[in-house]
């Protein structure tokens, strides 16, 4: 009977460790560890933050984190810039969390204008999805 506990424990143990777990952390839609120069007045946005926490980190992501920090600051942002993450982990409880300058996008089709808003997307390497990438 001790075989049996002492093989079970050491069952339990292997599998635990040998056990591995994926999760999609994030998806974006626009995003650059570069600096760019963004021709806009920073204090038109709004700083905030959100996190995502929970019990050992279970269930938290970074998206998560970032769609209450752009809710923290209000419906009409939908743009985070000069943004932070950062992993907490305390014990038993862990997550992310995301701080930045939130901006409307419709705010900056009003002060560029439709066609300045283009120029300023692709000046800055924005991302379009109608675009056609070429490798050379």
């Not at 994030?26 to 929970?54: R, Y």
């Not at 996008?105 to 439709?114: D, P, T, V, W």
Request: proline share 2%; with cysteine; aromatic share 8%.
């Amino acid at each position: 009977m001790k075989n049996l506990k002492l093989n079970g424990i050491i069952l339990v143990i292997t599998v635990l460790t040998l056990s591995s777990c994926s999760q999609r952390l994030v998806d974006f839609t626009v995003i650059s560890s570069k600096n760019h120069a963004i021709n806009f007045d920073l204090e038109q946005g709004k700083i905030t933050s959100g996190k995502s926490m929970g019990v050992f980190g279970i269930g938290t992501n970074i998206k998560d984190a970032m769609d209450t920090a752009l809710q923290n600051a209000g419906p009409q942002y939908d743009i985070l810039i000069n943004g932070v993450v950062r992993a907490k982990s305390y014990p038993f409880y862990g997550g992310f969390i995301v701080e930045g300058t939130a901006v409307s996008s419709k705010q900056l089709i009003a002060l560029f204008g439709e066609d300045g808003f283009e120029k300023w997307k692709n000046e800055n390497n924005i991302f379009s999805p109608t675009a056609v990438a070429t490798i050379e």
